[in-house]
């Protein structure tokens, strides 16, 4: 598996031209829009906190059975395409009210690009996961980027229910280790990526596109 | 000669700077003294002698013209500045000054599992004429330091108040008096096991029988952590010190109902002033004994003579205690009522027999019940006085002759018969079959005859709460996680008792729907309902605020007592009400608490106290509120002691002094669903410890892991739980001694 130059460059090229990613806010259930907490280019916050305790800003108010519930942002961005034609309206469920456009951030672009440069093993079963003995230890001596494996080497054990399963490494060609995804003896969901190994030859390359980034995008 | 001049030149430096914290910047030109002292002091040996000799005398004198000028000005803010002073004497100075020798036990200064608790065996010195005698004493205070940051300024962790108690046990086998130092603005607040409200809860309860007299010294006391080692026969308190049920910053930040953020000094000081926490108010208030004297603008490192007086108030108030217990002690206690020396007229053992001890308990149950009795508000009336005292009486009596002289009988003759069947069943059966008989005819089948086991039938009053009147539907706070669609008002109020049925989120309710819903249909009685919350600090605005709740719950305190039945089981039962001042406890509430669970030991009858919701002790009634957690912890050793059944039930918010004394102290604490307990909310943790706490910090399921409570319930289940509780562990005869 190659990266693909010209693809990564396109969706370099995207982001630059448009680096946020839009959340449309949807209805919970049927029922009447009774009020709009906000306006149009208003900026909305998440929630917020340590625990992430702390609700995010309303934006509506949706009344069922004489329940006037608010609904409230769950990311933070700034309001679009907001249909204020739906106040005192009835409204179906599921039914977009407004978007939510979401800056991204240094680390959220990374982490998009990353997910689709690497190679990524993802977890097959939800389970814990850790990391095989030698694969850990060459790891903590050489660090991220160095470690280089083969096909049929075993990466990682899975351990569920007191039971381990090693997965092995299935990929033609030399791979490092680039990035892992999970802290050891936590639990994963299924199909959430574990680790992701980049191609020796294209190393180079995506570091440089990786400093690129950090270098053009302000860490706010 | 100059070095000494030196020295006494840096010791005026300290005072004048001790001073100025004091009283402030602008008092009488404090601040331009020090610069002077500082100036010269700086630069001290280009100064010839004279003009030294002749700088010391006029500051000093200065000072003194100062010191006294402050003492006449005195207020109640300054004088708990003057008490959290860093200058201020701390227990290691009284250690070294007033003890002969001493030992410190479970870690010294930073190699100390909690280093603002200090446990010490001490050698105290009494001099009787020529003769000197050695008293061996535990002492167990708390230590603020000179400034030191690991002292924590005196606040015990959990697992200090515990090293406390587990060396208060020592002193019990080992048969020496416990002085204990009070030196605390507060216990820290913090949820690790055991838990702060636990830990207190649990060294109030043992304290209250502790075998050894025991003698407490207030410098700082600050609410939960001062009682934690403060239950003692005799509470001596320095004139310069306070000792109140939260600190002029926590009350000032509740009346601002401030959300984050420092209250303003103003209010500060008015809440100092309105909380009464001085010594000379404690005493007029009987909360505690007596004041030890301190020089003008208090005790500070180096003032040996208040050490020597302090050495001897301390010799003669474990005296007193010690006398008390004692049959032949009128002289001496005559003698040392007059005395005022260091030399003592007589000596006195500290080593008490079996009988003393029991005296000593029993005068120490007396103290804490008499104390702020003179606050209750109650309605006089001599007749009914009268009648229940009498009633009371007879109660005593006909359940002292039913309990203690007929049960007795009866149990140890069967157990004996059971005995001796099980033992030799083969070989005497055919004696020991016909006594049996003989004896179940005479006595048993007549006066007792068996009573049928009781049985929980659905028999409670219809009542539907007023909240469940609404045609609407309203969202479970839990529904995000859980998925929960909208729940009908008049289901959830109604059949659901205000729990989700989906994730088992349980809604607040008023307390009435308890009264309800978990006894037996028309089997509450209320009883003492006449005690009545009163403002007895004459707290500004708080009369006011007083009215206002019973108007608005027509109730009169924020405690209800009443019998009631579950399933035919008869019990006494206490309810905090939240709807009354967050159910907040004060002098009518401890006295009610106390009365009810006395008459469960009279009337052998299980108890149980009800949390609709408790926001601590009532800061408006200062430490008034504050002495009812020993008290009413006292009451509840002395009722499960005496072999009764006290289960506590909490529901919604249940938070510091109630927690942390006789809710806390209970053998079986059960919450239910979606309730938070803990000692103090998440701005107190933050303010104090500087760290945010996780939102599910105070839940019960939190509470069970650490071992608080015993178990979580579901409201919908609340009666058949408490049935079955009672039955499984109240027993047959729910009193199982």
């Given at each position: 598996m190659k990266i693909e130059y010209q693809n990564l460059n396109l969706i370099l090229q995207k982001f630059k031209a448009n680096p946020y990613k839009i959340y449309p806010v949807v209805t919970p259930h049927t029922g009447y829009i009774r009020e709009f907490k906000i306006k149009e280019g208003d900026f909305v916050k998440g929630p917020f906190g340590k625990w992430l305790e702390k609700p995010g800003s309303p934006l509506f108010v949706l009344e069922r059975e004489r329940n006037q519930k608010i609904i409230r942002a769950k990311i933070s961005g700034i309001v679009q395409k907001l249909r204020t034609e739906l106040l005192n309206k009835f409204v179906e469920a599921e039914e977009i009210i407004l978007e939510i456009k979401h800056p991204l951030s240094q680390e959220e672009i990374i982490s998009e690009i990353l997910l689709s440069a690497l190679y990524i093993i993802k977890a097959p079963e939800t389970a814990r996961y850790i990391l095989s003995p030698t694969i850990a230890s060459k790891l903590e001596k050489e660090g991220l980027g160095k470690v280089k494996v083969k096909k049929g080497d075993e990466i990682l054990i899975m351990a569920f229910m007191k039971r381990e399963t090693p997965i092995y490494f299935s990929e033609e060609g030399n791979f490092v280790i680039y990035h892992l995804y999970f802290t050891p003896f936590q639990l994963i969901e299924r199909d959430q990526p574990l680790i992701g190994f980049c191609q020796e030859e294209n190393l180079p390359y995506l570091q440089k596109i990786i400093e690129r980034i950090k270098e053009e995008w302000s860490n706010s | 000669m100059k070095l000494e001049w030196h020295r006494k030149l840096k010791e005026l430096l300290d005072t004048a700077i001790y001073i100025k914290d004091i009283k402030g910047e602008d008092f009488l030109d404090i601040s331009f003294l020090i610069k002077e002292i500082s100036k010269v002091y700086e630069d001290f040996y280009q100064y010839d002698e004279n003009f030294i000799e002749k700088f010391l005398m006029q500051v000093e004198s200065r000072l003194k013209f100062i010191i006294e000028e402050g003492e006449k000005t005195l207020t109640p803010y300054e004088i708990v500045k003057i008490a959290r002073h860093p200058q201020r004497f701390t227990l290691q100075d009284i250690l070294e000054n007033v003890y002969d020798s001493y030992m410190e036990l479970g870690g010294e200064k930073e190699l100390n599992?909690?280093?603002?608790i200090i446990c010490a065996k001490a050698m105290i010195v009494r001099k009787v004429e020529n003769d000197l005698y050695f008293h061996q004493v535990m002492v167990i205070g708390h230590e603020k330091g000179h400034?030191?940051?690991?002292?924590?300024?005196?606040?015990?962790k959990p697992w200090g108040n515990e090293k406390a108690l587990r060396y208060m046990k020592m002193a019990e086998t080992e048969g020496t008096p416990i002085h204990f130092f009070i030196f605390t603005p507060g216990a820290y607040p913090i949820e690790d096991y055991p838990g702060s409200a636990q830990q207190i809860a649990r060294n109030l309860y043992y304290m209250s029988k502790l075998k050894v007299p025991t003698i407490a010294f207030i410098s700082e006391g600050g609410s939960g952590g001062a009682e934690a080692i403060g239950l003692a026969d005799i509470r001596l308190m320095a004139e310069k010190g306070y000792y109140s049920v939260i600190s002029p910053e926590g009350a000032a930040a509740i009346e601002a109902k401030l959300k984050e953020g420092r209250p303003p000094r103003e209010l500060v000081e008015k809440c100092a002033k309105a909380l009464k926490l001085t010594a000379k108010d404690n005493l007029e208030f009987g909360t505690i004994d007596k004041i030890v004297p301190e020089p003008p603008l208090g005790a500070r490192k180096k003032d040996y003579k208040f050490f020597k007086r302090l050495k001897l108030e301390l010799i003669r108030a474990t005296d007193e205690v010690i006398l008390q217990t004692r049959s032949l002690k009128f002289l001496r206690k005559y003698v040392l009522s007059k005395q005022d020396t260091e030399d003592f007229k007589f000596f006195v053992n500290w080593n008490l027999d079996e009988d003393e001890i029991e005296i000593l308990i029993e005068n120490r149950y007396k103290k804490y019940k008499k104390m702020t009795q003179w606050a209750v508000c109650e309605p006089k009336n001599i007749f009914k006085t009268f009648f229940d005292f009498g009633h009371n009486l007879g109660l005593k009596f006909k359940n002292e002759i039913k309990y203690r002289v007929l049960k007795p009988g009866h149990r140890g003759f069967k157990k004996f018969l059971e005995e001796l069947t099980t033992e030799s069943s083969l070989l005497l059966k055919p004696v020991s079959d016909p006594v049996k008989t003989v004896y179940n005819i005479i006595v048993s089948k007549k006066i007792r005859p068996k009573l049928p086991t009781p049985i929980l039938e659905e028999e409670i009053s219809p009542y539907t709460s007023p909240l469940a009147l609404e045609d609407k539907t309203v969202t479970c706070p839990e529904a995000e996680k859980y998925g929960c669609p909208d729940i009908w008002v008049p289901d959830l109020y109604g059949e659901f008792c205000g729990v989700c049925p989906n994730c088992g989120y349980h809604f607040p309710l008023e307390y009435k729907w308890y009264l309800n819903n978990i006894f037996d249909k028309n089997s509450v009685k209320i009883f003492n309902n006449d005690i009545a919350s009163g403002n007895p600090l004459e707290f500004e605005g708080y009369a006011e605020k007083l009215k206002e709740a019973r108007k608005r719950t027509g109730l009169k305190s924020a405690l209800l007592s009443f019998e009631a039945k579950i399933g035919g089981i008869s019990l006494v039962a206490v309810m905090l009400v939240g709807e009354f001042r967050q159910g907040t406890v004060g002098v009518a509430e401890g006295e009610k608490f106390i009365r009810a669970i006395e008459l469960a030991k009279i009337t052998r009858r299980p108890f149980l106290a009800l949390v609709h919701t408790t926001g601590g002790i009532?800061?408006?009634?200062?430490t008034l509120g504050l002495v009812q957690m020993p008290r009413c912890t006292m009451a509840v050793r002395d009722y499960v002691d005496a072999g009764g059944l006290y289960i506590v039930i909490y529901d919604n918010n249940s938070y510091a002094g109630p927690v942390a004394s006789f809710l806390g102290s209970a053998p079986y604490q059960f919450a239910l669903k979606s309730t938070r307990l803990g000692f103090a909310g998440p701005r107190v943790i933050r303010e104090t410890t500087g760290q945010d706490v996780p939102p599910d910090y105070h839940s019960a399921e939190n509470a069970l892991k650490r071992g608080h409570i015993q178990g979580i319930w579901d409201r919908r289940e609340l009666r058949k739980k408490l049935f079955t509780a009672l039955l499984t562990m109240g027993g047959k005869n729910l009193y199982y001694r």
């Open positions: - | 599992i909690d280093p603002a400034g030191e940051e690991f002292r924590q300024g005196g606040s015990a009532r800061i408006h009634e200062g």
